[in-house]
């Protein structure tokens, strides 16, 4: 199974401005603008880093304005995971 997430240059720019601090930026550092095509393995990798930023009770995506654009289509993908 494929997954698929589309970013825009803002998405991209907002996820290499956290850089490494998070899980959930640094799984996502090597992508690009458009849409891009993630493997069900590594899709599974991203979604324990997501996972990983709420251990003890944290708000997923540390630094991402909840209400943005991307931290909806994380949430999407995220969820699309099965």
């Not at 956290?18 to 493997?39: F, T």
């Not at 630094?63 to 991307?70: C, E, F, K, N």
């Amino acid at each position: 199974m494929v997954y698929k997430i589309e970013l825009t240059q803002e998405d991209v720019d907002a996820i290499a401005f956290v850089g490494h601090r998070y899980g959930w930026s640094k799984a996502l550092g090597g992508l690009d603008v458009g849409v891009n095509e993630i493997a069900e393995l590594e899709a599974w990798e991203i979604a324990h880093e997501f996972a990983g930023d709420t251990d003890g009770g944290h708000q997923a995506f540390p630094m991402l304005d909840t209400r943005s654009a991307l931290a909806q289509k994380l949430i999407d993908f995220w969820q699309s995971i099965v």
